[in-house]
């Protein structure tokens, strides 16, 4: 069993986390600048073997695509173009950034490490796979 990885992905940077081997734990990577996340998905991809990669879908308050869809379909596009074997599901990822910000002052960070919008993306993209891990869809596509 492969690992699954999570993108949040943003214009200027991607959060990025990923599950364990048995797909037990979600754990934040990091981040990338949106212009290299093809690169860094593939290398991570071939190094750690990934089976699927769940990317966070913005969506409005009435699960409508949000305005930022405009820029991350066609970079999901070239993702999906680069690397054909790996699939690629969408998973709403409303409320993270808010429920990424609640965790830090949960965690007792500072202010200033409150403020460090790449620590945002990278724990938003954790809860997205965390959320996804816990989800029907995936309960679905594991069933396959």
Not at 107 to 123: H, P, S, T, W
């Amino acid at each position: 069993m492969g690992r699954l990885l999570a993108i949040d992905f943003g214009r200027k940077r991607c959060g990025i986390a990923a599950t364990d081997s048995m797909r037990i734990v979600a754990s934040g990577i990091g981040t990338v600048a949106t212009s290299g996340l093809i690169e860094f998905v593939s290398a991570y991809a071939a190094r750690e073997g990934v089976d699927m990669i769940v990317v966070g879908e913005p969506r409005d308050m009435h699960g409508n695509p949000s305005e930022s869809t405009r820029w991350l379909r066609p970079a999901i596009d070239r993702l999906k173009k680069a690397i054909p074997q790996i699939p690629v599901v969408f998973f709403d990822e409303r409320f993270t950034s808010v429920l990424a910000h609640r965790a830090m002052l949960d965690g007792g960070l500072k202010k200033m490490a409150r403020r460090d919008k790449a620590l945002v993306d990278e724990i938003s993209a954790t809860i997205i796979l965390n959320d996804f891990l816990e989800s029907r869809q995936y309960q679905q596509l594991n069933s396959l």
